[in-house]
């Protein structure tokens, strides 16, 4: 058991060596930006003095290294400093995007997880029987279509049409549980379509190779029950890149979804980032970037222990 | 380079359309109407009904937004402006100054000195009572170097901005200015109580904002003590922030919204026939030339431009790339609605045989003339360029189209290359629209003609206050620009709304869409 915390605690440290890393790359791809950071806030009606003022207020004049440490230690302690555009805080700015988002990307994820897996099981034992080749054909035509269009697809039929869900996603703060997953009805599904194809088929192609192994063969010779055979034998050892392949579409629901915000007009980070590139808002763009950065670390760091536990021979490496 | 670019882009097409254009009787402010109604209603027919919940879907929010009127440039920041706040001028639906927070004024006999009357008895949203101060201290923000305001362009000519009394104002120009009460409807210029936090939202205007998330929705309830009888008139009015067309489109067919700024021309047609939708649209003075550089070969000469003039089959134009919602152009700025709009100048017509008439005098040979473009100057301007090739080609003239990239089309392909299609949104006043354009010493001017006589008599007209003698002045450079200028200008756009057909007196405006951008104040529920 020491050997699996030293692992996991291996783990962690890489994943925050990585963020560190991140955090650094941020920086210097902001600094990178063509120009001279003041003028380029102020664009083309930038004057001497204002610029001056701009580099005074943003420390400019100071060497990097310590432009950077003064941000980071800011950003140990959760404070991103405030947006150049509007003056507010980061924090207020960015945490009920962040929250839009993360709800939008949990309810997408609670359909699809379940049901890219099971469809993904069933395949996998029913190989290429007509409910594997149904399903293949389904999600592949799901995952192939951009999301906007499947959005707007859906849009035309469930709100135009039928009326049962709202075209808009507006969120009023004081909508209870029940109204807010009404409003995102259509963002989810549109987000269920088109991750579900991905995971279902590497689940499928996972748990296929895992049954074709000898010993699935010998537990079938041996007579062990169908039940058992998947459950215990195959989908342990099947665990690992399914966990991956999950955690991948799990951050591609936090970080990836700009299109289907835009479609639904749903207030979420993506919007947020690109608002605040266009503006030049570089204390936000930085702020969104560590977000997203940690989500994509994080989740992964979380299907590399999952892999681990999942797996005995990496649970007890040699 | 990214931030001229990104500023031309806003400037020029980006945000705001803009036109105007004045009349000339009602900008000496003759005083306020007597008509129980507001001025600018004064013909309508039924009587406004009160109360209701107006949600109104527009483009151009960003997180990044506030309340902020100074660096205002999109839609959602004009609508929001005049939720809020109220100008000392309001442009009127029939393109006259209508009296706003200012009840009256009066020119000096050489138009530099203007002596504006401040209406009584009108209360910010604070409770404070609007003064002369006020008025001031709020025009004063938008002047100076450092002043991030959108007007500031026209407010430089502003030498002084003083208070003649507690109700009074008296605004100095450097050179006479007869559409002074034009500049002053911008939607930047609102009027402040003196000494107020920028970002509070605290105007004289219709609806108090209550709600304000920036990129998502602005809330107002109705102001009770708004001084304007018949405006106002629902009890609540959110703007939301919806840029994607189809998204806009979607939530008004589901009753999401009650009114959709800017309907997409693509399916506007198939819109307008689902029941409970009304079309609203306005001709404007948005428009797209062709622009030829006059200071090089072959544009240089007079009759190379007449022939490539001529050649443009701009009905045809119109038709096909603005599918019909839009103007045919007359190879000058002033689009027709404009009051200084050269009426008796004739309308130019497709005439291949004209165009090989003049290509021939200027010695053509048939050679490729190349014409740059992109959709960056404007969504069909591709189309546009291929259209007149094919136009073109009959009058046996070769246009060679160069598909130019997007980025950085207004740094390294507008006033550089010789004949390259562009954008240019409406200005307010005939004035502005030639001397930002047209003037030899323009910093846009961008097909670079130079014509002395023309600056002379465009400075002669600015200052002129007999309506007559300025119709004509302007009849004069509207002619000169045609037949001379490097210009060639197919045509004008039209601003397209859409709204639900309980959404009463959607007054239209020259000047911008959504009502001039004063739907929340104009509209009414059907009872």
Redesign the interface.
């Known amino acids: 058991m020491p050997d699996l915390v030293r692992l996991i605690g291996k783990r962690l440290l890489f994943g925050l060596l990585t963020l560190f890393a991140v955090s650094v790359l941020v920086f210097i791809g902001t600094e990178l930006l ?2 001279d950071l003041a ?2 806030i102020l ?5 001497p ?2 610029v001056a003022a701009i580099r005074a207020k943003l420390n400019l004049g100071d060497p990097a290294v310590l432009r950077y440490w003064r941000w980071f230690s800011g950003v140990l302690v959760g404070d991103f400093g405030n ?1 150049l ?3 507010r805080p980061i924090t207020t ?1 960015l945490l009920p ?1 962040l929250q839009a988002t993360l709800f939008l990307a949990a309810t997408a994820a609670v359909i699809a997880v379940p049901l890219a897996i099971a469809l993904g099981l069933l395949s996998a034992l029913w190989r290429d029987r007509t409910f594997d080749k149904t399903t293949s054909a389904a999600t592949l035509a799901a995952i192939s279509m951009p999301e906007f269009f499947i959005g ?1 697809l859906l ?2 039929v469930f ?2 049409q039928l ?1 049962w869900f ?3 996603s ?1 969120i009023s703060p004081s909508a209870n549980f029940g109204q807010k997953l009404w409003a995102i009805a259509l963002p989810a599904l549109t987000l269920t379509l088109v991750t579900t194809g991905h995971m279902m088929r590497m689940t499928r192609a996972a748990v296929v190779q895992v049954l074709s192994a000898p010993y699935i063969e010998m537990a079938e010779l041996k007579g062990t029950p169908r039940r058992a055979i998947i459950f215990r034998h195959a989908l342990p050892n099947a665990i690992g890149p399914i966990a991956n392949v999950v955690v991948l579409n799990l951050a591609f629901l936090v970080v990836g979804v700009i299109l289907v915000e ?4 749903y ?1 979420g980070m993506g ?2 980032m690109v ?2 590139v ?2 030049r ?1 570089i204390p ?1 763009i930085q702020a969104c970037a560590i977000v997203f950065a940690i989500t994509y670390v994080g989740l992964n760091m979380l299907a590399d222990i999952v892999s681990i536990l999942a797996n005995p021979r990496l649970r007890h490496p040699r | ?4 670019d ?3 882009r806003l400037l020029r097409q980006g945000a705001l359309d803009r036109r105007g254009f004045g009349r000339l009787a009602a900008m000496l402010g003759a005083g306020a109407s007597l008509s129980t109604l507001w001025p600018g209603m004064a013909g309508a027919q039924e009587e406004p009904k009160k109360g209701g919940d107006l949600a109104i ?1 527009i483009t151009g929010g ?5 309340l902020n009127p100074l660096p205002s440039t999109s839609s959602l920041h004009a609508a929001t402006n005049f939720m809020w706040g109220n100008c000392l001028v309001e442009y009127g639906s029939d393109g006259s100054a209508v009296p706003e927070l200012a009840e009256s004024w009066e020119p000096s006999a050489d138009a530099k000195t203007w002596k504006f009357n401040i209406r009584k008895g009108v209360t910010f949203h604070d409770g404070k009572e609007l003064t002369a101060e006020d008025v001031v201290w709020s025009l004063n923000l938008h002047r100076g ?2 002043t ?1 305001s959108g007007a ?1 362009g026209y407010m430089t000519s502003v030498t002084d901005v003083k208070a003649d009394g507690s109700h009074a104002v008296i605004i100095t120009l450097d050179s006479g200015n007869a559409d002074l009460p034009y500049l002053l409807t911008d939607y930047h210029l609102l009027i402040m109580p003196k000494d107020s936090e920028l ?1 509070a939202g605290i105007g004289t205007g219709p609806y108090k904002i209550t709600e304000y ?5 602005v809330f107002g309830e109705l102001n009770e003590n708004y001084f304007k009888p018949g405006r106002g008139n629902y009890a609540t009015v959110e703007l ?5 067309p ?2 806009r489109t ?2 008004l ?2 009753g ?1 919204i009650n009114v959709m700024e800017r309907a997409d021309p693509k399916t506007v047609e198939l819109l307008s026939r689902a029941p409970g939708i009304a079309i609203h649209r306005a001709a404007g003075g948005g428009h797209y030339p062709l622009l030829m550089r006059c200071d090089t070969a072959p544009f240089d000469n007079v009759d190379f431009r007449l022939g490539l003039k001529y050649a443009a089959d701009r009905a045809d134009i119109v038709d096909k790339v603005l599918r019909g919602l839009g103007k045919v152009g007359n190879d000058h700025p002033i689009p027709s609605g404009d009051p200084f709009f050269a009426k008796n100048l004739e309308q130019r017509a497709y005439d291949p045989d004209k165009a090989k008439f003049h290509m021939k005098k200027a010695g053509y040979g048939g050679e490729a003339i190349p014409l740059s473009t992109s959709d960056a100057a404007f969504s069909g301007a591709v189309d546009t360029a291929v259209l007149y090739q094919q136009h073109a080609a009959k009058a046996g003239i070769t246009i060679d189209v160069i598909r130019e990239p997007s980025d950085g089309y207004w740094n390294d392909v507008w006033m550089k290359k010789p004949f390259s299609v562009s954008y240019w949104g409406g200005r307010p006043t005939a004035d502005l629209m030639l001397t930002v354009a047209y003037k030899s010493d323009a910093a846009w001017n961008d097909t670079f003609w130079r014509r002395p006589d023309f600056d002379k008599i465009l400075l002669e007209a600015r200052a002129e206050l007999d309506p007559a003698k300025r119709t004509a002045m302007y009849a004069e450079l509207q002619g000169m620009i045609r037949d001379d200028g490097g210009a060639l200008i197919p045509m004008f756009n039209d601003f397209v709304d859409a709204a639900v057909d309980t959404v009463k007196n959607f007054e239209l405006s020259p000047q911008y869409g959504l009502a001039g951008m004063r739907a929340p104040e104009r509209v009414w529920m059907e009872g």
């Open positions: 063509p120009g003028e380029v664009g083309q009606t930038a004057t003095e204002a947006s555009a509007s003056g700015v995007r707007y849009v035309y709100a135009v009326g709202p075209a808009i507006r835009v479609v639904f007009v207030p919007q947020l608002d605040a266009s503006k808002d936000l | 380079m990214s931030r001229f990104s500023y031309d879907g960003a997180t990044t937004d506030t170097e450092n991030e500031a970002t998330d920036p990129g998502v929705r939301l922030a919806i840029n994607d189809a998204a979607a939530a067919q589901t999401q």
